[in-house]
């Protein structure tokens, strides 16, 4: 695979290069623009140039735990009611109870890879202008792919800043237009940030594939709504300002484009869920070609352990680490998937309370993930703990979830009984049957907060879902280490935000931590 890196000094980390030629050489053949497109795909799975580590593409951190998903998960997950490990890597403890300081290095690992991924895309869009394809002689049917390739990587880019937005607010901000060298970015406000990302999806969605015609784990249109939709959901937060009818009117979209849900709920999250028509947007793994410590293969062997069937999961062993607690236990009806498909844990030798965070037995384990096919076979990879399983980033039935949501908060464009009957979708397929099903008076936004971990519990959505529901930080609501104590405490407002890591801060003089830190 082909690639480049135009870094610019907006970490102090080194960026390596991972091949030895220069973008002349590269650009002059069209023929390798999609495999540098592909580079960029790929930094969203893998961590170098030789998997599962080896060459890697970010030094001075842990390769396998710095890759994107891998380093977005934890950060998403482990400090909420959705999840716990019990591994002692300095800094992770601290996300465990939501006491980290601006030198965690898992904080710094994601806010590093967004950069990372920021600064390839901008090379990628800078050196696919049409200023800089026609200079080349490349064809005009070429130049046409090329302004959809273009326009992808204009997404992915757009992606890594709606985490940067999300994570961390005010942030270096760099396009194509920039320099290529050594200076010090400026930094951005949340408001600035939120502004681009918007103008940008906007620009490039006439220019994208349509909906569900583009390759596997490709953006298209859908995905740039469903980016859209989520940045519009979540603006009051972002810039204190409702949102809620920009997002139901690319959920409307999405809705008409023909996606469908999956008949089976545990389908999605196997080595061959990319047969899902209900797959928006899928960051793509596999055993052979995308070996990785990161990723669903984190997923999968770290949340297998104790007594657990190592076969049912379609690995050799495994690692120790994730369980849940016992908040989101108490959500589903049972533990076993019955009669909610989406509550199947793992609770033999296991305690429902976590008293020692450092011991997997005490904490329900999550049968979520697993690299086995939906006919039982294993993965591409057999007797290895490389897994095939994708990461579902988007997925339709979040798009009916927030419909609901939006709908609740006062939305137009959509209606509560329309609301209702997706929701009822949903558990439909969970119960097998309409036992499941609420009725209206039962849907609001308290039941829609719950319905979202139970249908999206470690998808990487909780801390954004808690923080827009006003129950991330405070004392309203408490979870079992929160705070760092057993029966949960208040944590603090700042830390709706992450810190920027004080490395960061140190080499550049234009930025400025966020408050708290």
């Avoid at 037995?361 to 999550?366: P, R, T």
């Avoid at 329309?418 to 008076?441: D, H, K, V, W």
């Avoid at 249908?455 to 929160?482: N, S």
Wanted: glycine share 8%; with cysteine; net charge negative.
């Amino acid at each position: 695979m082909l690639g480049l890196v135009s870094a610019v000094s907006c970490t102090n980390l080194d960026l390596e290069p991972y091949n030895e030629v220069t973008s002349i050489q590269v650009y002059e053949d069209f023929d390798n623009y999609k495999s540098v497109l592909a580079k960029l795909y790929a930094g969203l799975a893998v961590s170098g140039q030789q998997g599962p580590a080896g060459k890697p593409d970010i030094s001075g951190l842990d390769e396998g735990a710095s890759t994107y998903i891998r380093a977005l998960w934890k950060l998403q997950e482990l400090p909420t009611d959705e999840a716990i490990i019990t591994w002692n890597d300095e800094g992770l403890p601290r996300l465990n109870t939501s006491e980290w300081t601006s030198d965690n290095s898992f904080i710094a690992a994601m806010y590093y890879r967004i950069f990372y991924q920021i600064s390839l895309a901008n090379e990628y869009i800078r050196e696919t202008s049409d200023s800089n394809m026609a200079s080349r002689g490349i064809s005009e049917a070429d130049q046409q792919t090329g302004r959809i390739f273009r326009a992808e990587a204009r997404f992915l880019r757009a992606l890594s800043y709606y985490h940067a937005l999300d994570m961390y607010g005010n942030v270096p901000f760099v396009t194509e237009e920039d320099g290529v060298g050594a200076y010090f970015p400026e930094q951005t406000d949340r408001s600035s940030l939120f502004a681009y990302i918007e103008s940008e999806l906007i620009d490039i969605i006439p220019t994208l594939i349509d909906a569900r015609q583009n390759e596997y784990a490709r953006a298209d249109k859908a995905a740039a709504w469903m980016l859209l939709a989520k940045l519009y959901l979540n603006a009051e937060v972002y810039i204190g300002e409702d949102r809620y009818t920009d997002a139901l009117t690319y959920i409307n979209q999405i809705l008409a484009s023909g996606f469908m849900l999956e008949g089976n709920y545990n389908h999605l999250f196997l080595a061959d869920n990319h047969l899902s028509e209900e797959l928006i947007f899928s960051v793509a793994f596999d055993g052979v070609n995308t070996t990785t410590y990161g990723g669903t293969t984190f997923l999968v062997n770290a949340a297998v352990g104790g007594t657990m069937n190592r076969e049912e999961f379609g690995i050799p062993g495994g690692w120790q680490g994730l369980r849940t607690r016992p908040e989101i236990v108490a959500l589903y009806p049972g533990t076993d998937g019955t009669p909610d498909a989406r509550g199947s844990f793992h609770t033999e030798d296991q305690t429902l309370d976590i008293e020692n965070i450092s011991i997997f037995q005490e904490g329900y384990a999550v049968k979520k993930y697993k690299n086995v096919t939906r006919d039982g076979q294993r993965g591409s990879s057999p007797g290895t703990d490389i897994v095939d399983t994708d990461f579902p980033m988007f997925r339709l039935a979040d798009v009916y979830l927030m419909y609901a949501e939006a709908v609740l908060r006062g939305a137009t464009g959509g209606s509560q009984a329309q609301a209702l009957g997706y929701i009822n979708e949903l558990r439909q397929r969970a119960y097998g049957n309409a036992t499941g099903n609420i009725a209206a008076a039962d849907l609001n936004l308290d039941f829609i907060l719950d319905e979202r971990a139970r249908e999206l519990k470690w998808e990487a959505q909780r801390r954004t879902d808690l923080i827009r529901f006003g129950k991330f930080t405070g004392e309203e609501y408490l979870w079992q280490w929160k705070g760092g104590v057993y029966e949960g405490r208040k944590v603090e407002s700042f830390r709706r935000l992450y810190p920027l890591p004080t490395a960061d801060l140190t080499a550049n003089p234009n930025l400025k931590q966020n408050d708290g830190y």
